[in-house]
C-alpha cells in the first residue's frame, strides 16, 4: 500500500510477530485514554464554565466508587502489561538449544563476525533462514549495541563481558544492522546488513570464500603458543586445572564460593588470574591481558568448550 | 484577571520597586528577585539549548553531513541535551515558580534560609559558566549522558569541563531542594495542616527529597569519570578493571529519578487551576490519591533504579523497559485522573461547618495571595491587598483569627 513509505519495520524473526504484539497492545491503550481524557478536558471545560459573576457552584465530595473505578482499571491495564513484558522478555532472551553460535566484535566503528567454521566478514552477517543463531559478542572499546530492526532485536555489546543474542529468521532478504548506543564520531556510519539465506545458499556461502582455520582449530594453536598447555593439559604433574571437560561444571573457588564455568569465567581467568582461583591450586598464572586480542580470545574460548565432549549450555552472565 | 476578587493597586512599597540597581538584584535575599534572577538565567540557558536544536534540525533536513560535520553534530546534540536538562528542565519550574509561590502559599515571609538561595543562584551560574565555557572552546561530545567508557576514555571534547559543570549545578539543586523541605515543614501557617496544604506544595516537596537524595549521587558519578580521566584510575573502563555498566547503575540512580525532578513541579502546577475557581481544597483530606502518588514518585522511582541494579538494559531510554514502564503508566494514570476530576468538579462550595471553613479560608486565602501576586507581576498595577504590611505572605495571626471566627 505505502510502497517505498514502510510505515511499520519489516518484520523477518520468531519472535518479531510477539514483540509487535505488546507494541500495538501500549499502542491502543495509550491512545484510547489520551482520547478519553482529552474529550473529557474539552467537555467539562465547557459544561462547568462559570455562567455568571459569583456563581456558586454545588459541593462535590468525591465519589468513592469512582476512585476505585479508576484506579483498580488502570492497576490491571498496566498489569497485563508487566506479566505480558516480562513473559516476551525471558522468552526473547532464553535460546532454543543447539543454535548456530556466530561471535560478533565490535570496535569503533565496525562490526567483525566469524562463523563457527572460521569464515569471517565485516559489517555483514550471513545466516541461514529458519535456524536459531546464537550471537556472542563483545566490543574492543566502547559500548555498542547491536541491533535489527526487522528482527525486533536489539542487545548492549560491552568492552570486557560477553553478552548474547539469538534470533531466528523467518524470511529470506537482507536486512539493516545498526549500532543502537552513541559510540562516537562515526556511529551514524557503523552499519551493516544482515542476509538471510537458504540453509543451502548459507552452505555454498560458507564455501565460497578461502579456506578459513576453524575457530577451535586457531583457539588450539594459541593453546600451544601461549603455553597454556603447560599448566592446563598436561597430565598429573600440572600446576593448574585441567580444562578437559570443565566448561559448563562448577568449580569450588579458593574460600568454598562456587563458580559455574562459563564464558566470562574461562575470559577472567585468563586475563586477570588471580581473581577467582579454583581450591588448591596456587595463584601462579601470569596475566594474558594485552596480549591477546578479543578475537583470539574468542577462539580460546572456543577451543576450551571443545574440551568438553557435548558442552552443556552455561552461556554468561546476561 | 478581574476575575481575582478583591484585588487593588500594588502596595506603595513592594519587591520589585523597594529599591534599584545592580546591587539590589545581585545581593538580594528576596525569595521573589531570586526567583526572577533564576528565570532570566534559566531563559538564556533555554534559547542557548533551542539553538543547538534547531542547528540539528537544519543539519537533518538532507541526509548528507552538509551544514556541519559529525564531530560537530555529535556535539550539537550533547550540547543540547546537557544544557536542557541540567540547566533548564531541571531548575525551570522549582526555581522559579518554586521559589516565588511556596513561601507564599504556605504563609511565610520568605524561604527559611534566604542567604542559601541567593547561593543557589550564584551555584548555578558558576556551573552555566563551564558550560559556556565548554560551547565557546569546542565542545563536548559524549551524548548528555556520559557513557563510559566512551566518556573516560575515547572521547576528545572537553568531558572534564563539562563534568564540573554539571557537578557544580548539581549543587544548586540541593541547595534549593533543602530550603523547600525546611520551609514547608517548619514555617507553614499556624493551622495549615500538612492535609491542608495545596497540592502545589506537595509537588514541591516530593521534588525536593529526589533533588537531595539523588543530586549527590551524579555529582559524585561525574567526579568519577573525570578522575577516570584524569588519573586513569580503573572505575569504569574494564581496560583498566573497571566495569562500564556501574556508570550507568549510578547515572540513572539520578537520571531516572530526575524525570520526576522535572515533570512533578509541572503536575504542581496544574493542579492549581481548577483553584482559581475556588475548589474545596478539603476534599483533599477524604481523597489523598495526589498527594499519595506525589509523594510515592520519588521512593518507588529510587527503588527501582536500584532494582534494575544487574539487568542488562539499564537504560529506561531503551525499548525493553515495558517491565517498569507498566508501573509508571500506572502511577502517572492516577497523577492524570486527579488532574481530570479537577477539571471536572471546577466547583466552589459555600462552608458549611466550622472546620472546612476554617481550611477554605486559610488555603484558598492563601492562594488568592499567590495568584494575585503572580497578577501583580504580569500586570503591573494590580493586587490583592487585603492591608497587608508588606507583599511576600499573611500574617499568620490574622489567619487564625479568621480560622477561628
Redesign the interface.
Known amino acids: 500500500m505505502f510502497k517505498g513509505f514502510p510505515l511499520f519495520p519489516e518484520s523477518a524473526s520468531t519472535v518479531a510477530a510477539g514483540v509487535d504484539s505488546?507494541y500495538f497492545y501500549?499502542v491502543a491503550?495509550a491512545v484510547f485514554?489520551s482520547v478519553l481524557?482529552f474529550s473529557?478536558?474539552f467537555y467539562?471545560?465547557v459544561k462547568?464554565r462559570?455562567r455568571r459573576e459569583g456563581e456558586?457552584?454545588?459541593?462535590?465530595?468525591?465519589n468513592v466508587r469512582l476512585?476505585i473505578l479508576?484506579?483498580v482499571v488502570?492497576?490491571a491495564?498496566?498489569?497485563i502489561?508487566?506479566g505480558w513484558?516480562?513473559k516476551l522478555?525471558f522468552d526473547v532472551s532464553t535460546p532454543p538449544p543447539d543454535p548456530l553460535a556466530i561471535s560478533v566484535v565490535a570496535k569503533?566503528w565496525m562490526w567483525k563476525i566469524q562463523h563457527p567454521g572460521g569464515q569471517r566478514e565485516i559489517n555483514e552477517l550471513h545466516v541461514p533462514v529458519g535456524q536459531p543463531v546464537e550471537l556472542t559478542m563483545v566490543s574492543e572499546?566502547?559500548?555498542h549495541s547491536f541491533y535489527v530492526p526487522a528482527f525486533r532485536v536489539?542487545?548492549?555489546v560491552?568492552?570486557?563481558?560477553f553478552?548474547r543474542l539469538w534470533f531466528e529468521a523467518t524470511k529470506v532478504g537482507t536486512y539493516h544492522l545498526f549500532c543502537a548506543?552513541?559510540?562516537?564520531?562515526?556511529?551514524?556510519?557503523m552499519i551493516g546488513s544482515v542476509v538471510v539465506l537458504e540453509p543451502k545458499d548459507y552452505q555454498d556461502w560458507l564455501a565460497g570464500g578461502p579456506p578459513a582455520e576453524s575457530p577451535v582449530a586457531a583457539g588450539a594453536r594459541h593453546f600451544e603458543e601461549l603455553g597454556c598447555k603447560t599448566c592446563h593439559l598436561s597430565g598429573a604433574a600440572q600446576r593448574g586445572p585441567s580444562l578437559e571437560g570443565i566448561y559448563g561444571k562448577t568449580v569450588v573457588l579458593e574460600g568454598g564460593a562456587v563458580m559455574t564455568v562459563d564464558d566470562d569465567y574461562v575470559r577472567e581467568s585468563i586475563l586477570?588470574p588471580a581473581a577467582k582461583i579454583v581450591a588448591s591450586y596456587r595463584p601462579l598464572m601470569p596475566t594474558f591481558k594485552g596480549q591477546v586480542s578479543e578475537e583470539r580470545l574468542l577462539e580460546l574460548l572456543a577451543y576450551v568448550k571443545s574440551l568438553t565432549p557435548v558442552a552443556p549450555r552455561a552461556g554468561g552472565r546476561? | 484577571m478581574s476575575a481575582v476578587t478583591g484585588t487593588k493597586l500594588l502596595p506603595r512599597e513592594h519587591y520589585l520597586n523597594v529599591n534599584y540597581g545592580i546591587r539590589s538584584w545581585l545581593l538580594t535575599t528576596d525569595h521573589k528577585r531570586i526567583a526572577l534572577l533564576y528565570l532570566a538565567s534559566i531563559t538564556l540557558f533555554f534559547f542557548l539549548g533551542g539553538f543547538f536544536a534547531v542547528l540539528i534540525r537544519l543539519e537533518l533536513l538532507t541526509p548528507a553531513g552538509d551544514l556541519v560535520q559529525p564531530e560537530t553534530y555529535n556535539k550539537l546534540f550533547t550540547m543540547h541535551g546537557v544544557v536542557m536538562v541540567f540547566f533548564f528542565l531541571i531548575p525551570a519550574v522549582p526555581a522559579v515558580l518554586g521559589n516565588f509561590l511556596v513561601p507564599m502559599m504556605i504563609g511565610a515571609r520568605d524561604l527559611a534560609f534566604p542567604k542559601l538561595n541567593l547561593l543557589s543562584w550564584y551555584v548555578y551560574t558558576a556551573g552555566g559558566l563551564f558550560t559556556l565555557t565548554v560551547v565557546v572552546t569546542g565542545g563536548v561530545d559524549t551524548g548528555w549522558t556520559f557513557y563510559t567508557p566512551y566518556s573516560s576514555t575515547y572521547a576528545n571534547s572537553h568531558v572534564i569541563l563539562t563534568a564540573l559543570g554539571v557537578f557544580i549545578t548539581g549543587f544548586s539543586s540541593i541547595l534549593t531542594g533543602l530550603n523547600f523541605i525546611v520551609t514547608i515543614h517548619k514555617m507553614r501557617a499556624p493551622g495549615l495542616t500538612w492535609f491542608r496544604l495545596p497540592l502545589f506544595i506537595w509537588a514541591h516537596y516530593a521534588t525536593s527529597l529526589i533533588m537531595i537524595l539523588g543530586t549527590p549521587v551524579i555529582a559524585v558519578t561525574i567526579v568519577l569519570v573525570a578522575l577516570e580521566r584524569l588519573f586513569r584510575f580503573g572505575i569504569f573502563d574494564p581496560a583498566l578493571g573497571g566495569d562500564p555498566l556501574l556508570f550507568q547503575h549510578l547515572f540513572w540512580f539520578y537520571s531516572h529519578p530526575a524525570v520526576y525532578i522535572m515533570v512533578l513541579p509541572s503536575m504542581g502546577v496544574v493542579n492549581e487551576l481548577p483553584f482559581s475557581s475556588n475548589r474545596d481544597t478539603t476534599e483533599w483530606r477524604i481523597q489523598p490519591g495526589p498527594i499519595t502518588v506525589k509523594t510515592a514518585m520519588p521512593a518507588r522511582d529510587e527503588l527501582t533504579s536500584a532494582v534494575r541494579a544487574g539487568t542488562g538494559s539499564l537504560d529506561p531510554r531503551d525499548d525493553r523497559r515495558h517491565l517498569q514502564l507498566s508501573n509508571e503508566v500506572w502511577l502517572d494514570g492516577v497523577t492524570l485522573k486527579r488532574f481530570l476530576l479537577d477539571v471536572s468538579t471546577l466547583t466552589a462550595p459555600e462552608a458549611d461547618d466550622k472546620l472546612t471553613r476554617g481550611t477554605t479560608l486559610t488555603t484558598r486565602q492563601l492562594h488568592r495571595d499567590a495568584q494575585g501576586e503572580l497578577a501583580c507581576l504580569l500586570s503591573r498595577n494590580r493586587c490583592l491587598g487585603e492591608a497587608r504590611p508588606e507583599a511576600g505572605g499573611v500574617s499568620g495571626s490574622r489567619l487564625l483569627a479568621e480560622i477561628g471566627g
Open positions: 505488546l501500549l491503550v485514554f481524557i473529557l478536558i467539562f471545560a462547568y462559570r456558586i457552584p454545588p459541593l462535590v465530595h468525591g476512585e479508576w484506579s488502570p492497576f491495564l498496566s498489569m502489561m508487566f513484558g516480562a522478555y569503533q572499546d566502547v559500548i536489539k542487545k548492549d560491552l568492552p570486557g563481558r553478552s548506543e552513541y559510540c562516537g564520531t562515526k556511529h551514524s556510519a586477570t546476561r
